[in-house]
């Protein structure tokens, strides 16, 4: 069984956090939520979620590391060295690492230096803020074992594509049937 973990802290976007927890979920991945702070995280509209486990769990290895944004919520991880520690770790390990809206800006690029030379999508206007990677409108970006996305919006499709990568494209194609993307 394919193994994965979302990294939660304070200030996240609910609807990127939820949605891969429920479609990786749906598709038999074995998840676990890691809340940075605790395991109760509030996210940036209020909603609190009560993750699997604390930052104890950083330590472990996983198949997948799934990065949501908010923009308070990305500034939260990029601040916790060992989630930036995490995510270097696994993506130098051929590990994929998934990260959306300001995710793949503020965490991936500005704490881990992970988007040099590779494709990646952003938050609109984030973009600007990187150099030394290549920019595409695209609403979800896969590039080797880089998976970034564009915001709330597109969740669905962001949490599909990392099914996609993780277990295969029948898998991905049967979850989209069955939750009508």
């Known amino acids: 069984m394919k193994t994965a973990c979302l990294l939660l802290a304070e200030g996240f976007e609910e609807v990127e956090a939820v949605t891969p927890i ?16 605790g395991k109760l995280v509030t996210g940036s509209h209020g909603i609190k979620i009560e993750a699997d486990s604390g930052s104890e769990a950083l330590g472990k290895d996983y198949d997948c590391i799934v990065v949501p944004g ?10 916790s060295p060992s989630a930036v520690y995490l995510i270097k770790r696994h993506f130098a390990s051929g590990k994929i690492v998934a990260a959306i809206c300001a995710a793949p800006v503020v965490v991936l690029h500005a704490s881990c230096g992970i988007l040099e030379g590779r494709r990646f999508t952003c938050f609109p206007g984030l973009e600007t803020e990187v150099a030394g990677a290549v920019f595409s409108g695209e609403r979800v970006v896969v590039d080797g074992r880089l998976i970034t996305s564009r915001g709330a919006g597109t ?3 962001f949490a599909v594509a990392i099914v996609r990568e993780l277990i295969g494209p029948e898998e991905a194609d049967e979850l989209a049937r069955k939750v009508l993307l």
């Open 22 to 37: 429920d479609y990786l979920r749906r598709a038999g991945v074995e998840l676990r939520v890691i809340g940075l702070t």
């Open 70 to 79: 908010g923009s308070r919520g990305a500034d939260n991880i990029a601040a």
């Open 155 to 157: 969740a669905g499709e």
